[in-house]
């Protein structure tokens, strides 16, 4: 692969120019509309493969038992796009589906599609590919949200791959995979390196080796004081590792996390001042409403799997993983300072076996268990900030033991009728044991056995290759149920649901939220050109979702209907490439019809790059735009006015040149940045009303120094 083809964004190599390719992966015709191969072996999980083309995208012709969703999306290394470099969130910007965090410092990034306020990841899941195994990255019951997935923990030069689909099509996919799955590979492979980024602001060091043609290890320390007036005092050090071992007829991963962050956080702050006090304006000078504001997170995880080649038609599958995960959050919504904080262990094992019948039929069944212990599970309240800097005395609001206990058969099925009709089926059960132990107040324990059924299905159709109607798109329709487990405490919420029930006798339909997905996809590629038009529909039941100002809980939404539509252009060039998306949604809730607050309804985002301009330079760009969100009522006397957020775009462009024969990178990026992230409504004292807050977004501009180490 030429060297030259690297993704960078805001000036930021993403995958060093050294990195060698995966050795399992086979070779894709360039031109953007190009199509994964079929599978080699369950490395190939989620399917990518090297090409010199924008995007890899599943097609619709290939619908199988590994990839059953028409519309998914798999983002190279070559095409990811480092999001904040040398910054804390998500490691890569994912083209149409913006991650914004309410704070500054390490806290952990959320991730929106069209129309779904992934506010603290109920409805979207996150998986880390360890071979076959999707290790899941979210965390139920979160201390702080129902279902953090934090990817703060991953180093981005270690990334192969981001594979999207829009969740509630795949068997393979179970608790949280509602409106959007994102799954990251890492590198099989990683050559010595050392990246330094830094700022008037902030720096970032991180190096990578390979002691081995299949083993890496990648070290990352960061330090700041971020862009806000508030500074953060940040610290972050990561370590990532894999290694692959190759024995007869197994194929063995092992790979390795730790992590350790911790920062002062700026957090919300009104937009605009709707208060005359003083103090509303002091908040948004000083970009904080309380100093005090404090993050710090430690997570270490071991995951192994192997891939059991029976016969070229067999194969088994079997994972497992141990994780330990350790959060202390302060943070003030208006009303006192809340910590917020837990100690958990996770762990989870699964298997699974395929088998290609005949080249028209392919099975697939297995077994997965997860469970996820969250200890001490906390909520203590400082009370008002008073101008010290001393946190004080505290009444304790809430502490839980939890644990949730999932084991799931599953079963899919996958073929072909014919030359133009391809066909997925399949059925997922999943038996929940769900147990709140108060240790507050005794009666509001309790333990609760839920079972949900999932069933999938696919079908598409597909034109004929020769003739008048080869000239009409893929289509493909898709329907499918989902679900998340909700915080067993929300018993304790201060606006609980007509059918949540009590805090002693729950409802167990509140427990598990439930969802049903539709989804009809249309697609064309000609020449280096692909379009592709996606029609979704979604209800949930029940949902508890926004944190409670007062408590610290999750607040009931109540039910909802999403309706979304998604376009894709993708277009090659001889030079470069260009990605275009746009997504326009309407989310609303069935019980009284007023938007879903803080989901955005339209998305719009523009990336790519040049190759080869002038002086040997690089370019990569990218345009992001989201929308006004609603953001709920009770920003005035009347009940039915609705609060409307501000939009918020976001315009990154990078310039790269290499020296001394591509060992030594250099490269500037800048990102210029309008309006406020995490955007929601808080009562800040003394306002009689809700306030509209979020985190204002600076624009900067930083160096990044890569070197090749080695020969």
Known sequence: MRYWKIAILAGIALQAPWQGVAPVMAQAPAGPAAEAPPPVGPQQLPRVTHTESVTVTASTEKVDVLAPNPSEQVYLSEDLLEANPGRPGVPVSIPGYPAETASGGIKAPQYFAPGVAGDHGEPIAQYIAVGAYLLPNNLSANAHGNGYADPNILIPSTLESVAVDAGAFNVLEGNHAVDLAATYAVQPRLAPHALLLADLHDADLSAGFSPRPEAWLALEVAAGNGLLRRLEHRQQYKLNGQRIWRVSTHTLTLLGIAYFGQSYVPGLVPLYSVSTSASTAAFRAADTVDPRQHDQTHTAILAAADTWQLTARQQINLGGFFRTYNLSLFSNFGAGLIRQSEFRTAQ??????????????????????????PRRDNLDSYGAYTGSAALGSFTKVDSSDITITTLAPYGAAAGSLGQHVRYYAGWRRDQIDITNDDLMHATNSFSRWVGVNSPKATVAVLPPRYGPLRWLPELAASGGE???????????????????????????????????????????????????????????????????????????????RLRFLTATVRQGFRTGWLLLTFSKADARTTDDGLPVPEA??????????????PLGLRLQAEFEYVGAKPLGTGCSSSTTVECVGVPVTEFRLGLARSFLAERLLLGINAMVANGYTGQTTEAITPSPFQQIVGVRMPSYVSADVRWRLGR
């Open 600 to 613: 955005p309804r339209t998305i719009a985002d523009a990336t790519g790059a040049l190759d080869r301009l």
């Open 348 to 373: 989870g094992t699964t298997a699974n076996w395929r088998e290609q019948l005949t080249p028209s039929l392919e099975l697939m069944g297995g077994m997965d268990f997860h469970r996820e212990a």
């Open 482 to 560: 989902a679900f998340f487990t909700e915080d067993p405490r929300v018993g304790m919420g201060t606006t609980p649901g007509s059918g949540q029930g009590t805090a002693r006798s729950p409802n167990p339909a509140t427990l598990v939220a439930r969802s049903h997905s539709y989804q009809l996809v249309a697609s064309k590629g000609f020449a280096k050109t692909e379009l592709r038009l996606v029609l979704g529909h979604t209800t949930n039941a029940t949902e508890l979702a926004k944190i409670d100002p007062d408590t610290g809980l999750q607040e009931d939404q109540g039910p909802s």
